[in-house]
């Protein structure tokens, strides 16, 4: 069994503004219950039309263990860290709607990989907050640093993970 020695960093899947995971409407990301981590509102966001789409790409390299319309898990080649990316809250409700998978579950992505199509825009038609969590699966408390604030450009840095 190794150690996990190295830092991951873990990208923003989308641009958007960067915000602390309290800011989430959802208790499950607000209160940490999953791990910790940034929320992303992306832009577009709740008021970016319902035409618009954008790529959500893979925050880190690894394998691709669980894909979702609305959401997906891409596994460290440690194995050891996981990275949940949320599209929207209470998004698993539209049932795929608005939502394009461009990579199939259990591939081996490269941070920066596309990996789902999707329209912000149309999630908050939908009556749903399109804000985006990337959260450490289960990281424990204190290894998760440097986490972003602010404006962030796809593939930009939103926290270390030791």
Do not use: C
């Amino acid at each position: 069994m190794s150690d996990v020695t190295d830092a991951l960093g873990v990208l923003a899947p989308v641009a958007g503004t960067a915000l602390s995971l309290s800011t989430v409407p959802d208790p499950v990301f607000s209160e940490g219950m999953v791990g910790p981590g940034v929320a992303v509102h992306p832009e577009p966001g709740q008021e970016g039309g319902q035409e618009g789409t954008q790529s959500a790409v893979a925050p880190i390299t690894g394998d691709l263990v669980k894909l979702h319309p609305h959401a997906f898990v891409v596994m460290a080649p440690d194995q050891r860290r996981g990275v949940l990316v949320h599209l929207g809250i209470d998004t698993v409700e539209l049932a795929g709607e608005g939502f394009t998978l461009l990579v199939e579950e259990g591939a081996r992505v490269e941070a920066g990989t596309p990996v789902i199509r999707w329209s912000p825009g149309l999630v908050a038609a939908q009556g749903k907050p399109s804000v985006v969590p990337v959260v450490a699966l289960d990281a424990v408390e204190g290894t998760v640093h440097d986490l972003a604030d602010g404006a962030v450009r796809t593939g930009d840095s939103l926290f270390i993970w030791d």
